[in-house]
């Protein structure tokens, strides 16, 4: 960590202040009526103008609090700012957005700030709900004051598995393929539709492991601490780091058991 750099607990403040606003303006621009903006890599991938505007509402308010941070977003992409101190901050405005689109209430605001390319603090906030995730490296993982630990389940077996998928046709279909295979080995499968809530249910053991293809830094920065500071372990394939290819976010006890047999169904290949 650079010398410049703000403790965990300062970056998460402002985080979830940030969140915070930011969920709220989500949150009222549905109520009011969204529209699709855009598609991004396929006709059903669609952008909002909420996710747009939110995005475009943090990067103003980190601006004014950190002008000299950098800032990584999934619409604008790497906004405005240096990276001499370090820190950079992760947004995804909307995670879910489809479950956006249609009021359904699985969707989230991800802030997550990273120091010399470690994810040192992170929130989700449920933009229907309000229920929110936080996390600081070494500091825990927590929900409304209780600090979270992952599921305590043995089995593969007995195991609620939730998972994702893509946007392209082809990646779907190799993704339905290694669900098919899966199912019969686990307790049952649950596809919710944002992966950074999926993380936070995994963390506080209210689905026992998670696992998906296709994770873009957005998705997973401030989710994956969560789940992490929760107790899960959290990577990628065959001793790769978390990211695009695949990530699995399990306990210890259902980590080699559920990522072998992923392994073995080829869950990171396909398009």
């Known amino acids: 960590m650079t010398r410049s750099a703000p403790a965990p607990a300062e970056l998460l403040t402002i985080a979830i202040d940030v969140a915070r606003q930011a969920a709220a303006t989500a949150h009222r621009m549905r109520a009011e009526g969204v529209s699709?903006?855009?598609?991004k890599s396929t006709v059903t991938d669609v952008v909002?103008?909420?996710?747009?505007?939110?995005?475009?509402?943090?990067?103003?308010?980190?601006?004014r609090v950190r002008p000299d941070d950098a800032v990584l977003g999934e619409e604008y992409g790497a906004g405005a700012?240096?990276?001499a101190n370090g820190v950079r901050w992760i947004v995804d405005p909307i995670d879910g957005t489809v479950n956006y689109l249609y009021g359904l209430p699985y969707c989230a605001v991800s802030l997550?700030?990273?120091?010399?390319?470690?994810?040192?603090a992170g929130v989700v906030r449920n933009v229907f709900t309000g229920e929110e995730w936080t996390a600081t490296a070494g500091g825990g993982a927590w929900r409304d004051g209780r600090?979270?630990?992952?599921?305590?389940?043995?089995?593969?077996?007995?195991?609620?598995?939730?998972?994702?998928?893509?946007?392209?046709?082809?990646?779907?279909?190799?993704?339905?393929?290694?669900?098919?295979?899966l199912i019969p080995h686990v307790r049952d499968i649950r596809r919710l539709g944002a992966a950074a809530l999926d993380l936070c249910l995994a963390a506080?053991?209210?689905?026992?492991a998670y696992y998906e293809k296709g994770l873009a830094a957005w998705d997973l920065?401030?989710?994956?601490?969560?789940?992490?500071?929760?107790g899960l372990r959290v990577s990628g394939l065959r001793g790769l780091p978390p990211g695009p290819d695949l990530v699995i976010a399990a306990p210890p006890a259902?980590?080699?058991?559920?990522?072998?047999?992923?392994?073995?169904?080829?869950?990171?290949?396909?398009?």
Do not use: K, M, W
Request: aromatic share 4%; charged share 25%.
């Open 36 to 39: 699709v903006a855009a598609t």
């Open 48 to 63: 909002t103008a909420a996710d747009r505007a939110v995005e475009r509402q943090v990067l103003d308010a980190l601006h």
């Open 81 to 83: 700012g240096g990276t």
């Open 112 to 120: 997550a700030a990273e120091v010399d390319g470690e994810v040192v």
């Open 147 to 181: 600090r979270l630990n992952c599921s305590t389940e043995v089995e593969l077996g007995q195991a609620l598995i939730a998972t994702g998928f893509g946007y392209d046709p082809a990646r779907r279909s190799h993704q339905a393929r290694v669900v098919a295979e």
């Open 204 to 208: 506080e053991g209210r689905v026992d």
């Open 221 to 230: 920065a401030a989710g994956g601490l969560v789940a992490a500071e929760a």
């Open 254 to 271: 259902l980590y080699a058991p559920l990522h072998d047999r992923l392994a073995d169904l080829d869950a990171s290949g396909g398009p």
